[in-house]
């Protein structure tokens, strides 16, 4: 099964929960969770890390704990949200047992304080089948006055950015910038802080441009037209092809409207295209458009 077949089930048996549920702001589908507790809104968002899929057997430790912990703190960036706290759950196979699952849980621990995101929580069960899983989920809470970023406020006239450089992320052997991105939390708070009510649709890149823009076309029923000679390109890929469907770029895919900054905490901020009335996501070349929603890393289908 396709990832995006059972996510679209889920969509679909969730859609009423926004109203039967007064409390849940956004549900399956965002980045991000959006729930209402008291007075206050919360961000949540867990994400799973399997060995064999989302690392290569052999990597080391500290690098796949840190992935870990850094792809659900991407999501939180996409919703331009401050993190709080994470819990952590681990299915440990045999090779992963005693002193080795001391390591991954120190390592674990360590990268979440980091990030101000300590673990107060979690659980560990054993398996006698299969590899190593790890599920981190955090809360975070929303940017005071911009409120949480979702994917479902771009218009028509906004201009659509990148951060950061894209594609080749999975680099030599499995162990390249895939495994050691920064989320982007500075980015995207500046970013909120900047343009407020301009900020208007934002999403993380983690299965390719070309899906994930047509994911945001889709959430927010727009159109999008990616300009090929904007990309901003990683050294390692060769091309623009494979740049939009490599994946695993953790970059903020954002809309927004009016002047936008070329920097933002450090990291290249570039225009790379439009948002048009219509529906799906284009790539337009010399020689005419493309349509690319389809068009990315499938984590389901590998
Ligand atoms: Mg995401």
């Known amino acids: 099964m396709r990832e995006d077949d059972l996510l679209s089930h889920v969509y679909r048996r969730s859609s009423d929960l926004e109203r039967a549920f007064p409390w849940v702001e956004a549900g399956p589908g965002d980045d991000c969770a959006v729930v209402r507790v008291g007075q ?5 968002k867990t994400d799973q890390l399997v060995e064999g899929r989302h690392f290569v057997p052999g990597t080391p430790v500290a690098m796949f704990a840190r992935k870990a912990v850094t792809r659900p703190l991407s999501d939180l960036a996409a919703a331009a949200g401050r993190p709080i706290a994470a819990l952590a759950a681990a299915v440990l196979p045999p090779a992963w047992r005693g002193g ?4 991954v849980f120190d390592a674990l621990s360590s990268v979440a304080r980091g990030f101000g995101c300590p673990l107060v929580g979690g659980d560990i069960a054993m398996t006698e089948l299969g590899p190593l899983v790890l599920t981190i989920s955090i809360v975070g809470e929303p940017h005071a006055a911009r409120g949480p970023v979702t994917r479902r406020g771009a218009l ?4 659509l950015y990148v951060t950061g450089r894209i594609g080749g992320s999975f680099g ?3 162990l390249g910038r895939h495994l050691a991105f920064e989320p982007r939390l500075a980015e995207a708070a500046a970013l909120a802080d900047v343009l407020g009510g301009r900020l208007h649709a934002m999403m993380d890149l983690s299965d390719g441009l070309g899906i994930d823009a047509g994911r945001l076309a889709k959430a927010s029923g727009v159109r999008i037209e990616v300009d090929a000679g904007a990309i901003p390109l990683a050294p390692e890929v060769q091309g623009v092809e494979r740049a939009i469907r490599d994946g695993e770029d953790y ?5 927004a409207e009016g002047e936008v900054p070329g920097v933002l905490a450090g990291t290249c901020v570039t ?7 219509g529906s799906g996501a284009v790539l337009v070349t010399g020689s005419g458009m493309v349509e690319i929603s389809g068009q990315g890393w499938d984590h389901g289908a590998r």
């Open 40 to 44: 206050s809104r919360v961000l949540m």
């Open 100 to 103: 080795r699952a001391n390591e």
């Open 156 to 159: 028509p006239g906004d201009g």
């Open 172 to 174: 030599e052997g499995g």
């Open 251 to 255: 970059e903020l895919l954002f809309t």
């Open 271 to 277: 225009r790379i295209g439009r948002v048009v009335a």
